[in-house]
């Protein structure tokens, strides 16, 4: 499961990554942090290049399974207003031993913030800031 959301479903997620083959289950979920730069975050806003975000979430899950025996993969990144605690990334694999699932969930979520079309705007109580959280 690939997509970008407006609301991201933690048991719709995980749910997608069951598989009878499966023994090892690694979900990483990144959600709105009440700081930044040592100031107080007030909510965050993503916005993206949906097109070629999906395109590229592909790529990384193609390569990602080509290197690890992934069973079944999520990635999921929201886009919109979103306010402190709410999730903004899932990313999951399942496969059969642990240490495929710990490593390829690691290398989802590392790529993806690396070259995923995905910006966020900051709100802090005194400013707003855009910053290039994905290229």
């Given at each position: 499961m690939?997509?970008?959301v407006t609301h991201i479903d933690l048991n719709e997620?995980?749910?997608?990554?069951?598989?009878?083959?499966?023994?090892?289950?690694?979900?990483?979920?990144g959600s709105v942090r009440n700081h930044a730069h040592g100031k107080g975050v007030v909510q965050l806003d993503f916005e993206g290049y949906e097109p070629m975000a999906i395109k590229?979430?592909?790529?990384?899950?193609?390569?990602?399974?080509?290197?690890?025996?992934?069973?079944k993969l999520v990635m999921?990144?929201?886009?919109?207003?979103?306010?402190i605690g709410?999730?903004?990334?899932?990313v999951g694999t399942a496969t059969a031993h642990r240490d495929a699932a710990f490593d390829s969930c690691r290398f989802l979520i590392d790529e993806l913030k690396k070259s995923v079309p995905i910006w966020k705007k900051e709100y802090f109580q005194d400013q707003t800031v855009w910053v290039n959280a994905h290229p």
């Open positions: 690939i997509k970008l997620a995980y749910s997608s990554l069951h598989h009878p083959e499966a023994g090892g289950i690694a979900l990483f979920v590229e979430m592909e790529a990384i899950a193609d390569r990602a399974k080509r290197q690890w025996p992934i069973k999921i990144h929201a886009l919109g207003m979103k306010n709410e999730p903004v990334v899932v």
